[in-house]
């Protein structure tokens, strides 16, 4: 290899070895932080609508229609002269 015999090459070639996989920053743990970030902007948008879900609760829940709704379904809570059914599928 007529090639390896040029040092600058030579050097070159080593020095991209060392950059690719031997540094502290190799190509490894490149793709293995853009991967974390990834889940991590994922996990982020479903927090973001999990938190708008809840606003909205909380919105209904300043009245007392939006209590007694939210008891009736949610909790299952019922008044006295009735029964409560629940439906489950599987």
Do not use: C, H
């Amino acid at each position: 290899m007529p090639y390896l015999k040029n040092k600058y090459i030579f050097t070159f070639l080593v020095f991209m070895l060392y950059a690719l996989f031997l540094d502290d920053v190799d190509i490894f743990s490149i793709v293995r932080q853009s991967r974390k970030l990834n889940q991590q902007e994922k996990a982020k948008v479903e927090i973001a609508k999990k938190l708008k879900e809840t606003e909205e609760t909380l919105k209904e829940l300043r009245y007392l229609s939006g209590k007694e709704k939210f008891a009736r379904e949610k909790k299952f809570f019922k008044r006295d002269n009735e029964d409560i059914f629940v439906i489950t599928y599987e």
